[in-house]
């Protein structure tokens, strides 16, 4: 059985946010990084993801574009299609 990830963000006044973790992709030259987080269904939140091989950074998304680009291909490497 394969043990699931955890990650806790810090959201807005500082509330900690406790997501799991689905999987990082390299889209369009970027990491990101698709997160569950509780009470929303099991429906994915796709952010930014940074890595220097020690340590991370994730971060929102602001551009709808980018958005759509990088959950449209999270959707694609879910389902199999290549």
Same mark, same amino acid.
């Given at each position: 059985?394969?043990? %699931?990830? @955890?990650?806790?963000?810090?959201v807005?006044?500082?509330a900690?946010?406790?997501?799991?973790?689905?999987?990082? @992709?390299? @889209?369009e030259?970027r990491?990101?990084?698709?997160l =569950?987080?509780?009470?929303?269904?099991?429906? /994915?939140e =796709?952010? %930014?993801?940074e890595?220097? *091989?020690t340590?991370?950074?994730?971060?929102s998304?602001e551009d709808d *574009?980018e958005?759509?680009?990088?959950?449209?291909e999270?959707? %694609?490497?879910?389902? *199999? /299609?290549?």
């Amino acid at each position: 059985m394969e043990d %699931r990830q @955890f990650i806790t963000l810090e959201v807005e006044g500082g509330a900690p946010l406790k997501c799991e973790v689905v999987g990082v @992709f390299p @889209f369009e030259g970027r990491e990101y990084v698709a997160l =569950i987080p509780p009470d929303r269904g099991g429906a /994915a939140e =796709i952010l %930014r993801y940074e890595s220097d *091989g020690t340590s991370y950074n994730i971060y929102s998304i602001e551009d709808d *574009g980018e958005y759509d680009r990088a959950a449209d291909e999270y959707q %694609r490497l879910i389902n *199999g /299609a290549d």
